[in-house]
């Protein structure tokens, strides 16, 4: 059989038609990349609010905010959240409560503060000795939200801020590995 210039036997040895086909469906990633992409696809928040700033939490629920297609599922029980949004006004006498909402959450856990109240103590500030002025001061905030009470798309704003903290995280900073 004779072969032009042109023309050639075609052989796998010869031509890398499997490895072309593997680098369009293959991807190459990191361990740290693959478990945070898992976590930050599935935040489970804490329904929990104690002032007029849950109403605007509760909205994100309903089909007209879409909270759902962040993968967020709110919980009934801490022990299966993994995000609790503090909604409202703190006061001492549920801070304790607060406090043991989110001692019993399973690590790793974060915590967004919604409003002024929450944030700095609001307009209670002034006139309530039992307002707690700043959560920050009971619990470790990840993102703060502020406004009085904030809108459904100042939260779905926290919620991607928060997403891209988890997405820049490493296991050996957390001390898993």
């Known amino acids: 059989m004779q072969l032009n210039d042109r023309e050639f036997i075609s052989s796998p040895a010869e031509h890398p038609q499997v490895t072309q086909q593997l680098t369009e469906n293959l991807i190459l990633t990191t361990v740290d990349d693959l478990y945070n992409w898992a976590r930050l696809s599935s935040l489970w928040p804490l329904l929990y609010g104690t002032a007029c700033c849950f109403i ?10 879409d909270f759902d297609r962040f993968g967020l599922i ?20 549920m801070s304790a ?5 989110y001692d019993q ?3 790793p856990k974060y915590v967004i503060a919604m409003g002024a109240c929450m944030i700095s103590g609001g307009m209670f500030s002034a006139d309530s000795p039992t307002a ?3 959560s920050d001061k009971i619990l470790p905030i990840d993102v703060y939200i502020p406004g009085c ?3 459904p798309e100042a939260i779905i704003d926290a919620i991607i801020k ?3 903290k988890i ?4 296991l050996q900073e957390r001390g898993k590995i």
């Open 56 to 65: 605007e939490f509760a909205a994100l629920i309903g089909s007209r905010f």
């Open 167 to 170: 997405s820049d995280e490493s």
């Open 105 to 107: 959450m399973p690590e």
């Open 74 to 93: 709110p919980r009934s029980s801490p022990r299966q959240a993994d995000l609790i949004i503090l909604a409202g006004t703190l006061n001492m006498k």
């Open 97 to 101: 409560a607060t406090r043991r909402l």
């Open 149 to 151: 009470p904030p809108r």
């Open 162 to 164: 928060l997403r891209k």
């Open 132 to 134: 707690v002025r700043g």
